[in-house]
Nanobody, 127 residues
Framework: QVQLGESGGGLVQAGGSLRLSCAAS????????MGWFRQPPGKEREFVAA????????VYADSVKGRFTISRDNAKNTVYLQMNSLEPEDTAVYYC????????????????????WGQGTRVTVSS
């Protein structure tokens, strides 16, 4: 059974950093397309970052570009989201997602392209 488990969330002051982890189990995710999404309080879920399984190319939401970095450790079957210069607007529940279809050459930002989702980890940024 495929499972994704996020960790690393918490409370941080504005300007601080956090690193989220997404550990995958049930199969190898080495060539899978992976993404991070978030849902701020009272708002819809939104795209944050993604990495393509075939090429490792990445794409970011404009709101996090230059501050967040998505990466993967295939040996650990884990995807990371390094978040720097955090802002109160980054407060949200962050979800990891996996697309188990054919590895893509271009990272996907559309949530409909992902088949599996983690339970989420909460990030709160205080001002």
């Amino acid at each position: 059974q495929v499972q994704l488990g996020e960790s690393g969330g918490g409370l941080v002051q504005a300007g601080g950093s956090l690193r989220l982890s997404c550990a995958a189990s049930g199969r190898s995710f080495t060539s899978s397309n992976m993404g991070w999404f978030r849902q701020p309080p009272g708002k819809e879920r939104e795209f944050v970052a993604a990495v393509a399984g075939s090429t490792g190319s990445t794409v970011y939401a404009d709101s996090v570009k230059g501050r967040f970095t998505i990466s993967r450790d295939n040996a650990k079957n884990t995807v990371y989201l390094q978040m720097n210069s955090l802002e109160p607007e980054d407060t949200a529940v962050y979800y990891c997602a996996a697309d188990l279809g054919a590895p893509r050459t271009v990272a996907v930002s559309n949530a409909a392209g992902y088949h599996y989702w983690g339970q989420g980890t909460r990030v709160t940024v205080s001002s």
